[in-house]
Every structure is written in C-alpha cells, then in structure tokens.
C-alpha cells in the first residue's frame, strides 16, 4: 500500500492516477487551488509569518510571499523560490524543507512568488500552458524591492524546483544583469534553451539521474508517465557544456562523492565544480545516482514509485545558499 497525502492506495491504484499525479509536479494533490487570503503558509518554517503582497502587472493580478528575517539587514540578498508545475507559494517553503528558516539564520530576503495557474512560462511550448507574462510580474517584484531599499541588487538570486528550475534559467536569460546566480532542481536544460541565446550567470544543477520526469539522457519532459506535451531537453552531459561554454567556465576544479549519509534512501551524490569557486563563470553540479524528481531533504511529495525517491545525503537548502552566498555583481 502506497500513502499519497491523506489517502492510502495500493500500487495498482496509483499507477492509476499516475497521469494526474505526476502532472503535479511538486505540488500536493489535497491544497486548495488559490492561495488568495492565505496569510501564513502551509506549515511555514521562518521565526515570523511572511507579508502576502499583491500587485497587478499588465492589468492582471499576481501576489507572492515576502519574508524578511528580523536580522536582515537592508538591502540584503533575496532568494527568490519558485514553485514546481501544479504547485503553489503558499506550500513551497514546506516542501523544500524549510528555506525560510535557513533565511533566518544566514539573513536573506526570500520571496516566493505565485504562478499562473500554478505554472511559469519558462519558454517551453506546454500544451494547456496559460502563458501569463511572469517575467514581466518578477522584473516588477525585483524593482519594487530595490526601490524601497529591501533588496541588494548586487545579489539577487533564483532557484526553484521542476517547472520553477526551468524557469529561473529563462528569467536569467531574459532579465539579463539582474539575476546574480540561479540554481535549478530537478530541472536541465530544454530543447528551446539550448536553442536559444543563453545569459551568463553561475548557475548550480541539482538533477537525479533516475527522474522518471525529466530525464537524464535527455528526451521528452514527462517520459512515459505524463501524455501532454512538456517540450524536451537535452542530455545533461550536454546541458552542462552549454552553460560551460556560455559562461566560458574553467576545467574540472572539484569532483567528490558525499557520504552516504542514509543508505536506506537508495541514493549516491556526488558534487562537480567547473571553474572557482565564486568566479563568475562557475558552473555546479550535484549529481544524484539513483534520485527522482525531488528536492534532497525536502519533502516525499508524492510516492517514490511515482517520482523517485528524496536523496537524505546533503541539504539542498544550505547547499544553494552556500553557492549564492559567493556570489555577486
């Protein structure tokens, strides 16, 4: 018997649901749709509640959660923490494992905004995709916290999850200059990317080589088990040497394996580094022999045998601090 939220179901009945489920992508199937006068997310993890703001850009409504820990001092670095496909803000910083508290102790803005009906338009053609203007919605976000001396621009940083990964390398790509670095989870990079003019930005990969989502050795986004049109990406071998080459990163400067720290969650990383570290062409890799489609010590949102299970080896949270945190314009 497999558990999915509240509801137990046996394997057969998942494998049932599987075009449903996995289309969700990071998100848990029981949340409500709209996080609209949800003021405290769903198990928040930060020492204070966040603020809700709401705006408008280009005569549509958009709100995201702003938290600004007590020590921050301003204008500080912001971490922006975008949410995977079928997800939402108000649930993210629960399944991650807790970003909002690290922004506590390290003293980083964090901001995690909403999509468009639970998706971002990263440049992929996504069949059912709305295509609302969340470029446009985040360059107004980043303005506003500049102007009121929240934000530091120097150090403006954009990582996510899944449809949230691709999407903060297309926000890099088309908000040239004002993205610091990016970190992108369970997300390589597409067909229409690789295609593209690419930014240089540092950027980290988190990526599993059994994502039955997004796959390793490149194809189609979805694989076997989501039917609707996703785009493609590219051989992850390969999505590295497209940023190595972007960003004109150094040789192999760093390559370990990290200590088994949990045997039972059946998973191996292993980190890489091209260039220096905190040079402004370095390219990270966190490579995880036999992960899915997770975030490491976050949250089993959804059944291992539906998208892999969450490798316990490293915190993924401290990691991309750490990375962000050498970093700056």
Request: glycine share 10%; aromatic share 8%.
């Amino acid at each position: 018997m497999k558990r999915l939220g509240f509801i137990t179901l046996s394997l057969a009945a998942a494998m049932a649901i599987l075009p449903v489920a996995t289309s969700l992508a990071f998100a848990s199937p029981l949340e409500p749709p709209a996080m609209q006068g949800r003021k405290v997310p769903r198990k928040w993890s930060g020492a204070k509640a966040p603020e809700l703001v709401e705006t408008t850009v280009n005569g549509v409504k958009r709100s995201y959660y702003l938290y600004i820990p007590a020590k921050a001092a301003l204008p500080a670095p912001v971490v922006f923490l975008f949410h995977g496909g079928g997800g939402n803000a108000w649930s993210i910083d629960y399944h991650v494992g807790g970003m909002a508290k690290l922004a506590d102790e390290k003293a980083f803005v964090l901001v995690c905004p909403e999509g468009t009906d639970h998706q971002w338009n990263d440049g992929r053609e996504v069949e059912g995709r709305t295509k609302g203007d969340d470029v446009a919605f985040i360059d107004q976000v980043i303005d506003s916290l500049v102007s009121r001396k929240v934000a530091d621009s120097s150090r403006i940083y954009s990582c996510g999850i899944s449809n949230g990964g691709f999407f903060s390398q297309y926000l890099a790509q088309k908000l040239k200059g004002k993205i610091t670095a990016v970190a992108s989870v369970a997300a390589s990079v597409s067909e229409v990317m690789a295609a593209s003019s690419m930014s240089r930005e540092p950027i980290m990969f988190v990526l599993g080589d059994n994502d039955p989502l997004v796959p390793f050795k490149g194809g189609r986004v979805g694989g076997k088990l989501i039917r609707k049109s996703r785009g493609s990406v590219i051989p992850f071998d390969s999505a590295i040497e497209v940023y190595r080459s972007a960003n004109s990163a150094g040789p192999l400067t760093l390559q370990k394996r990290l200590p088994d720290l949990a045997p039972a969650d059946a998973c191996r990383a292993s980190v890489m580094r091209y260039g220096a570290e905190g040079d402004p062409a370095e390219v990270l890799v966190y490579k995880i022999d036999g992960g899915g489609h997770t975030w490491p010590q976050g949250l089993q949102y959804l059944p291992a045998a539906l998208v892999g299970p969450v490798c316990q080896d490293f915190n993924c949270n401290e990691a991309i601090w750490s990375f962000f945190s050498t970093h700056r314009k």
